[in-house]
């Protein structure tokens, strides 16, 4: 087997760049169309989902706020990612109208509901967990595709409950309410759990919290069950961000220093893109910091209806 070296990846690189042969093959890979965003087969998730192979990509409910990482094991988040979705299914009080898990994951909230006798129909624009979801329950309808592209001349007033699981921070605002409203039936209820952004925060991701309860004030909806779960996904993350920082920085870091050592002059050549890696890798855990999350985000479980 060969020995992976700086090396190696040099003269690999190389050879991919400046041998006549590999030319042709590296423009037909430049001619190739730009992939439509990460919703379309995000390798992420996929690798999210081989982790946790419980179907759900969430950031779990932690009955014990407190409990330290270090104490924990992937069979906590697992659990805790379950204990998410059971708090979900209890909010849904309409058996008899099919329920929309829209941003349906690996499917995991989709099993929960089947097993309640709901009558789920899943949502996802994502291909590796439209593949997994029809292997999976292929009794369970399946929409492909963005909540905002779904087609409401088929499904105007055709659900019961709605259920946004850490999907509706990916919606346009306007466009998702607008959504909403047509196909949900009349005296219907949204489910919705994710995070928001506080006005301190640095981070875009996740609506604004007042600019998301000004835009449900202005389309006739009000919220029915308001609760705070912030505490209780943080042991999810703080655990991410453990590992994070005990691991993948120590890796990096080996790894840099040992190229600098055996191949210095590599090194240097690729000092740029090691600047800009290292800057990446701290932006992410800064993205999965317990205290970062809990000065910048609230995450909230919410029921919403039409006044």
């Known amino acids: 087997m ?3 070296t700086a090396g190696f990846v040099a003269k690999s690189i190389a050879s991919r760049l400046f041998f006549p042969r ?6 037909q890979r430049l001619r190739q169309p730009k992939a439509k965003g990460k919703a379309a087969d995000d390798a992420q ?5 081989q982790i946790l192979p419980g179907g759900f990509l969430n950031y779990g409910y932690s009955d014990n706020p407190t409990q330290p990482p270090e104490k924990m094991c992937l069979e906590d988040i697992e659990k805790a990612q379950v204990r998410y979705g059971e708090r979900l299914v209890n ?9 929309l898990d829209s941003g349906c994951g690996m499917g995991g ?7 309640k006798g709901f009558k789920p129909t899943a949502l996802t624009p994502n291909r590796t967990q439209i593949r997994h979801v029809r292997q999976t329950y292929p009794q369970v309808p399946m929409i492909e595709g963005k909540l905002e592209q779904i087609k409401l ?7 019961g409950t709605v259920i946004t699981s850490e999907s509706f921070q990916y919606v346009k605002l306007t466009q998702g309410l607008d959504v909403i409203e047509q196909i949900l039936q009349p005296g219907g209820r949204w489910i919705l759990c994710d995070y928001f952004r506080t006005e301190c925060s640095a981070h875009k991701s996740g609506h604004l919290w007042t600019d998301f309860t000004s835009a449900l004030q202005r389309h006739g909806w009000r919220i029915v069950v308001h609760e705070d779960i912030t505490a209780n996904v943080l042991p999810t993350i703080a655990y991410v961000h453990m590992w994070g920082r005990r691991f993948g920085l120590p890796v990096a870091q080996f790894a840099t220093e040992r190229l600098e050592r055996k191949r210095p002059a590599l090194h240097y050549i690729l000092q740029d893109l090691i600047g800009k890696a290292r800057e990446q890798i701290q932006e992410h855990l800064d993205i999965v910091d317990p205290a970062i999350f809990a000065r ?11 006044a």
């Open 109 to 115: 909230l989709t099993g929960l509901l089947l097993g």
């Open 153 to 159: 001349a088929q499904f105007h007033r055709a659900f």
């Open 45 to 49: 998730l996929k690798l999210y989902g």
């Open 22 to 27: 590999n030319w042709s093959p590296l423009m």
């Open 296 to 306: 910048e985000k609230k995450y909230m479980t919410l029921v919403i209806e039409r």
């Open 91 to 99: 909010l849904v009080v309409d058996k008899e109208n099919p329920v």
């Open 2 to 4: 060969t020995k992976v």
